[in-house]
């Protein structure tokens, strides 16, 4: 059967297309960016990722240029942006659908980014950066999703090691580490693969 998963985390600018990319490269999956606000997209920077050639890139839902919530950039661009307006792409191949922002970031004054993963019945995995103040946000996120029925797969770590927080995380959370991906001088599409072979086994 074919996976659906929506990669979210605990703020922007947090790893999500770089572990998407990963993802998609493990499984040779499609990937799709139902709500892009500001530019480069990320759909772009995926291409640039990704090596296998069987991964498509579908094209974005809503597309926005302003680089900020997607409730704000719509409401500058007088742009529609509504659950309802973000249909499902095609395909019968995995799909990896990477999110904007992180769980309660707003399409509008209703709904919310992670709506998008709960209408099209995706596995939602975390991605969690280590940085003082880390704990909090995660178990916030976590607490949510299981709170609301969200089915989470798993978490993904980004940054230096902190065993500490690491382990009170999959504690109180109950969830597996899916990977942990170090700070890289430069996220290229060599690391991209290396991080693929480790996760392929566990997904
Ligand atoms: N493990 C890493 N090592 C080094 N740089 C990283 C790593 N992970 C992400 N980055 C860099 O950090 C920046 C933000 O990462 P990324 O674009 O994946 O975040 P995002 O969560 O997708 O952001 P957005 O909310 O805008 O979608 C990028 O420049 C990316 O190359
Ligand atoms: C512009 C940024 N890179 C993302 N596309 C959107 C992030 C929205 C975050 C909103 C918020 O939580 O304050
Ligand atoms: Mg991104």
């Avoid at 606000?37 to 995926?46: E, N, R, S, Y």
Wanted: charge should be negative; proline fraction near 4%; glycine fraction near 6%.
């Amino acid at each position: 059967m074919a996976h659906r998963f929506f990669v979210t985390a605990i703020g922007t600018d947090s790893g999500k297309t770089v572990f998407s990319a990963i993802l998609c490269e493990a499984l040779k999956a499609d990937y799709w960016k139902p709500i892009q606000a500001g530019l480069p997209g990320d759909t772009d920077t995926i291409r640039t990722l990704v090596s296998n050639k069987k991964s498509h890139f579908h094209e974005e839902g809503i597309k926005l240029t302003t680089p900020a919530s997607p409730h704000a950039a719509g409401k500058k661009e007088e742009v529609e942006v509504s659950l309802q307006r973000i249909e499902l792409p095609e395909t019968e191949n995995h799909l990896v659908i990477e999110g904007a922002g992180g769980v309660l970031v707003p399409l509008n004054d209703d709904e919310n980014v992670i709506d998008i993963a709960i209408k099209f019945d995706a596995e939602v995995i975390v991605v969690s950066n280590l940085y003082l103040g880390s704990i909090n946000h995660t178990l916030l996120t976590i607490e949510w999703l299981l709170k609301n029925q969200v089915p989470v797969r798993g978490i993904v770590f980004v940054g230096d090691p902190n065993p500490e927080s690491q382990e009170i995380i999959l504690k109180r959370s109950g969830l597996e580490e899916l990977l942990h991906i170090y700070n890289e001088e430069k996220i290229t599409k060599k690391e991209i693969k290396k991080y693929a072979d480790r996760i392929r086994e566990k997904i």
